[in-house]
């Protein structure tokens, strides 16, 4: 017997997992997650940079902006694909159970 947290969530995914194009859900609330990271990256550069070189031209200051985007789109995909991931785990799991159950 499923519990209702995971009908819930069965009926939930079932869904979600058509509705969401995976490209929209690896992008679209994981992206500020990832510019966080970025900006992280932007602050330590910005504040600690100055007093370990002189000069910081306008191409280092472009290289380091891209690299945190770069890092913020990286990390954003990377943390929707392992939820993405997680959730279909967790729902085939479900599923099988249901069908355990059903059988038995």
Do not use: C
């Amino acid at each position: 017997m499923l519990t209702p947290q995971e009908e819930d969530f069965l009926l939930y995914w079932e869904k979600m997992r058509t509705l969401i194009p995976k490209w929209r859900y690896r992008l679209g609330p994981n992206l500020m997650i990832g510019l966080m990271f970025g900006l992280l990256m932007i602050t330590y550069f910005l504040v600690d940079g100055w007093r370990d070189r002189g000069m910081v031209t306008h191409g280092d200051l472009v290289l380091i902006i891209a690299g945190a985007l770069m890092i913020a789109v990286f990390v954003a995909i990377l943390r929707s694909v392992m939820q993405w991931e997680k959730n279909e785990q967790r729902y085939t799991i479900l599923q099988l159970k249901k069908k355990m159950r059903a059988s038995s």
